[in-house]
C-alpha cells in the first residue's frame, strides 16, 4: 500500500517533465556581427523585427544577456546619400538591466525610421543616360554649350569693370557733395555726345544734299553726249564715273523736255523734288519722270558722293532708267 502513492507521484514527475520539455522556449535571435561589414537598410530591417519580436514575449535575464552578446557594437548601414552607423550602446544597456520594454521600443522606433526611409527604385543606368542624351539633342537645348574662351573674357572683363566702379563709385556715400559732381559730370559728357553724333549726322545729309565744292558741271553737253561719256567710263571700268555722267544724262533729259529749268545750280535732290513737287511758275510734272529720276540719283548718291563700290550692274541699271526718260541709247 506505500509504494502505490510512490508510482503516482513518480509517473506526476515524469510527466510534467515530459510537458515542460515539449513546451516552446525563447530563442535567441541568432544577429551576425555587421561591425565589419555593412549593411544597406532592407538587411537590417528584418533583423530589427526579429529582435522586436524576442522581446516581446518577456525573455529571461539570460536570455537578454544572451541577446547581448550576439549585438555588435553598432550597425553600419549604407544607402545611395551616404553610409551611417547606428551604435548599440542603448540597446545593450537595456538588455543588462534586463528592460525588455524600453529595449523593445528602441528597437521598434529605430524600425519605424527604417521602414519609413525611400528605397530608390531599381533603374537601368543605360536606359536613362540614352534617355538623357535625346532630351539634351533636342532644339531648345542647341544653343547651350560649355562656356568658350570668347565667354570667359567677358566674363572676366566684367568682373574686372565691376571691382574698378566699386573701389570709384563706392565711397562716394561719404562724399555726397563730391557725388553730386560726378554724377553732373557724367550728364554733361553724354549730351555732349549725342550732340557730337547728332550734328555730324546733320552734316553728313547736307553733304549728300549738296554738290561737293568747287564741281562744276558743263551745261552746254547734250543727253547724247553725257552718255558718250558714260559709256567711254564705262569702257575702261570707271563704273563711278559712268554712273555719274548717265545721270547728268538725264538731266540734260529732262531740260529739254522742260521739266527742269536749264540751270547747274540745283542739288540732286532739288532736281527731284521739281519733278516731284514743282512750284506754281514752273511747268506741269510729268509723273513718269518721277521714279527713273529717283533710282538715278539714289544710285549717284551711293556711288559718287558716299564713295560706294559700282560695277557693270549699276551702270546697267542707270542706262533702264535713262531709256524711261525717254533718252534712245541705239
Keep these: 500500500m506505500n509504494r502505490f502513492p510512490l508510482s503516482v507521484l513518480f509517473l506526476f514527475v515524469i510527466s510534467a517533465f515530459v510537458q515542460a520539455a515539449g513546451q516552446p522556449q525563447n530563442t535567441i535571435p541568432q544577429t ?8 544597406d537598410v532592407a538587411s537590417l530591417s528584418p533583423e530589427l523585427r526579429h529582435i522586436s519580436s524576442f522581446l516581446e514575449k518577456n ?3 539570460h536570455d537578454m544577456v544572451a541577446l547581448r552578446d550576439s549585438l555588435p557594437n553598432q550597425w553600419t548601414v549604407t544607402t545611395t546619400e551616404r553610409t551611417y552607423s547606428i551604435p548599440t550602446d542603448f540597446l545593450r544597456g537595456q538588455l543588462s538591466a534586463a528592460s525588455s520594454a524600453n529595449a523593445k521600443a528602441w528597437v521598434d522606433h529605430l524600425a519605424g525610421k527604417l521602414d519609413s526611409y525611400p528605397t530608390p527604385p531599381p533603374s537601368n543606368t543605360g536606359e536613362s543616360r540614352a534617355e538623357l542624351d535625346r ?3 533636342g532644339p531648345e537645348f542647341a544653343s547651350v554649350h560649355a562656356p568658350t574662351a570668347w565667354d570667359i573674357f567677358r566674363q572676366r572683363l566684367a568682373a574686372w569693370l565691376e571691382r574698378i566702379f566699386i573701389r570709384l563709385f563706392g565711397g562716394l556715400t561719404r562724399y555726397p557733395m563730391g557725388g553730386q559732381i ?8 553724354g549730351v555732349s555726345f549725342i ?6 549726322f546733320m552734316v553728313s545729309r547736307d553733304r549728300m544734299e549738296s554738290l561737293p565744292p568747287g564741281e562744276i558741271v558743263a551745261a552746254s553737253r547734250t543727253w547724247q553726249e553725257w552718255i558718250r561719256s558714260a559709256r567711254e567710263a564705262a569702257s575702261r571700268n570707271d563704273f563711278r564715273e559712268a554712273v555719274h555722267s548717265a545721270y547728268w544724262a538725264g538731266i540734260a533729259r529732262l531740260e529739254d523736255t522742260g521739266t ?8 540732286p535732290r532739288e532736281y527731284l523734288r521739281l519733278v516731284s513737287q514743282p ?8 509723273l513718269a519722270y518721277r521714279e527713273p529720276l529717283t533710282v538715278l540719283t539714289t544710285t549717284l548718291e551711293r556711288v559718287w558722293y558716299a564713295n560706294r563700290s559700282s560695277g557693270p550692274d549699276d551702270f546697267r541699271d542707270s542706262l533702264r532708267q535713262l531709256e524711261a526718260l525717254g533718252c534712245q541709247l541705239e
Excluded: G, M
Design 59 to 61: 525573455p529571461s535575464p
Design 182 to 189: 560726378l554724377f553732373w559730370l557724367i550728364v554733361v559728357v
Design 260 to 267: 527742269v529749268p536749264k540751270e547747274r545750280t540745283k542739288t
Design 32 to 39: 551576425p556581427a555587421f561591425s565589419d561589414s555593412p549593411i
Design 195 to 200: 550732340a557730337l553724333w547728332v550734328f555730324r
Design 135 to 137: 532630351i539634351l539633342a
Design 279 to 286: 512750284s506754281p511758275h514752273e511747268l506741269a510734272p510729268r
